[in-house]
């Protein structure tokens, strides 16, 4: 990775964004950027998740994730947490957990 360091965030995002694709956008917008991770839906109607990668693609996807998302969603919000650089990225690729 020659971005500068890389990061690794937890995400979760509200609103109505199951049973929209949001998953499958995301998934598509993350290998997009080069990232890593994964999302999932929860109990609670949200999505949430892991971003990993260089911090410039990390923040880009961030802000996808807050105004963009899939397009039947409505993202009321996006809350990230749990911030972190690290060395060694924890997943090899970007995928969709049931």
Not at 38 to 61: D, I
Not at 79 to 90: A, C, Q, R, S
Request: charged fraction near 25%.
């Amino acid at each position: 990775m020659s971005d500068g360091e890389s990061i690794s965030v937890d995400y979760e995002v509200f609103g109505r964004v199951q049973g929209v694709f949001f998953r499958k956008y995301t998934q598509a917008q993350a290998k997009k950027l080069g990232l890593v991770g994964w999302v999932q839906n929860t109990g609670a109607g949200t999505v949430q998740g892991q971003l990993q990668g260089p911090r410039k693609k990390v923040t880009e996807m961030q802000q996808w994730l807050k105004s963009t998302g899939s397009p039947k969603s409505q993202i009321t919000k996006a809350e990230f947490k749990n911030e972190k650089t690290v060395v060694h990225l924890d997943h090899s690729s970007f995928d969709i957990v049931k």
